[in-house]
Nanobody
Framework: QVQLVESGGGLVQPGGSLRLSCAAS????????MGWYRQAPGKERELVAI???????NYADSMKGRFTISRDNAKNTVYLQMNSLKPEDTAVYYC????????????WGQGTQVTVSS
């Protein structure tokens, strides 16, 4: 079992910055990817960014150039640095650990609210 705990959400003005953190604990397999997803009211959950244990990253097109994902393997923690925030970034942000088994398995955090408003 794996537990994921997010932190760092809150209220920020348009154009501002915020950093989210997610700490993982439990039985973590070596072959995995961690990432961030978000869900706005009335919308489906969507990918924000992912990063493998080897450091390879992938971003949704709308987040490229504004968001940066990173991880600290020693601390089992993934981060999301969000810059130039827009009102449309308002959502609940969820941490994800994708276990690369067959079939694959996903663990999810409880979510942290990000609100971008003036």
């Amino acid at each position: 079992q794996v537990q994921l705990v997010e932190s760092g959400g809150g209220l920020v003005q348009p154009g501002g910055s915020l950093r989210l953190s997610c700490a993982a604990s439990g039985s973590i397999f070596s072959f995995n990817a961690m990432g961030w997803y978000r869900q706005a009211p009335g919308k489906e959950r969507e990918l924000v960014a992912i990063i493998t244990s080897g450091g390879s990253t992938n971003y949704a097109d709308s987040m490229k150039g504004r968001f940066t994902i990173s991880r600290d393997n020693a601390k089992n923690t993934v981060y999301l640095q969000m810059n130039s925030l827009k009102p449309e970034d308002t959502a609940v942000y969820y941490c994800n650990l994708h276990q690369k088994t067959w079939p694959p398995y996903d663990y999810w955090g409880q979510g942290t609210q990000v609100t971008v408003s003036s």
